[in-house]
């Protein structure tokens, strides 16, 4: 079955440079989610996306933002890293099935994208 | 907003024995509760999940409890292996504007030594 596809699998950039990160989720799924690891923690909402509408923010910083495009791909955008930046960032897709449904979606997770800033 | 509590944060267990992880969940209006297992730099996988409307859920070697009263539930793995070795995570949906997210808990490291 296809699952949530990630790239780049590693990014290592310097501070101050900008990042995209990119997310393909599981055919169908119409909800994306963004979520940010650091190491031995614990994932950190930080954006979600509905119908290519931004659904919710969580702990997204203000350097970063997203979208989701019309093939229901999505894109996070960060700028000017900090060491801090560095973690793992996963994209995680679900069925919500209709704007007002408050659903409890099946989050699947991609594998991640590693992002290191030297 | 939600706040879930897990623990512990490390088990170690011998093949075989049983392993209990629990986390707690501050907002009653969470209805939603999964079980996440993460190998070293590795996605999250769901392994099994519980709704408010059930009280336990048993697939294989894995259950899961909740108690929507104490707002707590609870992962219980059997006959414990070595490739059941990972961190899991608890998580609890967050009812936000526009739909759910999932809060996790600081995950547990457990370990099986054969």
């Known amino acids: 079955a296809a699952g949530v596809i990630q790239s780049p699998r590693h990014l290592i950039k310097e501070k101050r440079e900008t990042a995209t990160l990119k997310c393909y989720p599981i055919?169908?799924?119409?909800?994306v989610y963004w979520y940010q690891q650091g190491p031995g923690q614990d994932p950190q909402f930080l954006i979600s996306f509905y119908e290519k509408m931004q659904s919710d923010k969580g702990s997204i910083p203000d350097r970063f933002s997203a979208q989701q495009f019309s093939d229901y791909h999505s894109e996070l955008n960060m700028s000017s890293l900090e060491l801090g930046d560095s973690a793992l960032y996963f994209c995680?897709?679900?069925?919500?099935?209709?704007?007002?449904?408050?659903?409890?979606?099946?989050?699947?997770f991609g594998s991640g994208t590693q992002l290191s800033v030297l | 907003g939600e706040n879930v509590e897990q623990h512990p944060s490390t088990l170690s267990v011998q093949e075989g024995d049983s392993a209990v992880i629990k986390c707690t969940y501050s907002d009653s209006a969470s209805n939603y509760f999964p079980w996440y297992k993460q190998e070293l730099g590795k996605r999250p996988q769901l392994i099994i999940d519980i709704r408010s409307n059930v009280g336990e859920k048993k697939d294989q070697r894995i259950a899961v409890t909740l108690n929507k009263t104490a707002k707590h539930f609870s992962l219980h793995i059997t006959e414990t292996q070595p490739e059941d070795s990972a961190v899991y995570f608890c998580?609890?949906?967050?009812?936000?504007?526009?739909?759910?997210?999932?809060?996790f808990g600081k995950g547990t490291t457990l370990s099986v030594s054969s």
């Open positions: 995680a897709s679900s069925w919500r099935g209709g704007p007002a449904r408050m659903t409890n979606e099946k989050l699947f």
């Open positions: 055919p169908r799924h119409d909800t």
């Open positions: 998580a609890a949906s967050e009812l936000r504007q526009a739909g759910t997210a999932l809060i």
